[in-house]
T-cell receptor, first 113, second 113 residues
């Protein structure tokens, strides 16, 4: 069964700093990997979707990379802002036949003004 | 595209009562998913529909849980004889097809007292 791990579990940074969130997965046979943001008590907002054939995707200050062979993805956030404070979840859509996403437990980010 | 809608946003119920949640997916999306998320954890898969057919159910979906998607559009998730352990965020998601990204709703927060 696919297992997804996110490190660190929590991160606190001063405003303006660049930061990297890490995600690893155990089975490299994936269709894609998706990064989500979740505010407290809210649903999930999709940030970036990387297909298995892609190496990275960018949206504004966010850049996500994928190294499928090593089972790793990173989410890079440039020039962090207090509004970036949230939990960031990594999810893998794998090819094992399970028609669902496998999630990590998330990284809780706090950006201090 | 109005996104995925879930109703209600919050539900407080007494142990032993039945509850029903509704999800309206994005209209062009034929795949619909239910997930459950407890505090500090990533979402866990419950069940999956392709059009009106329920194709997969997780072992998490005990016999007290039932889900329907009668006309291949909206879906309902019913929990009978609720228990305190059912307290969680119930998330609905939809997507166009295999390998495409997921869009999540805002979730229904269930509290069983």
């Amino acid at each position: 069964k696919q297992e997804v791990t996110q490190i660190p579990a929590a991160l606190s940074v001063p405003e303006g700093e660049n930061l990297v969130l890490n995600c690893s997965f155990t089975d490299s046979a994936i269709y894609n990997l998706q990064w989500f943001r979740q505010d407290p008590g809210k649903g999930l907002t999709s940030l970036l979707l990387i297909q298995s054939s892609q190496r990275e995707q960018t949206s504004g200050r966010l850049n996500a990379s994928l190294d499928k062979s090593s089972g790793r993805s990173t989410l890079y956030i440039a020039a962090s802002q207090p509004g970036d404070s949230a939990t960031y979840l990594c999810a893998v859509d794998d090819q094992t036949g399970a028609n669902n996403l496998f999630f990590g437990t998330g990284t809780r980010l706090t950006v201090i003004p | 595209d109005t996104g995925v809608s879930q109703d209600p946003r919050h539900k407080i119920t007494k142990r032993g009562q039945n509850v029903t949640f509704r999800c309206d997916p994005i209209s062009e999306h034929n795949r619909l998913y239910w997930y459950r998320q407890t505090l500090g954890q990533g979402p866990e898969f419950l069940t999956y529909f392709q059009n009106e057919a329920q194709l997969e159910k997780s072992r998490l979906l005990s016999d007290r849980f039932s889900a329907e998607r009668p006309k291949g559009s909206f879906s309902t998730l019913e929990i009978q004889r609720t228990e305190q352990g059912d307290s969680a965020m119930y998330l609905c998601a939809s997507r166009e097809g295999q390998g495409r990204g997921y869009t999540f709703g805002s979730g229904t927060r269930l509290t069983v007292v």
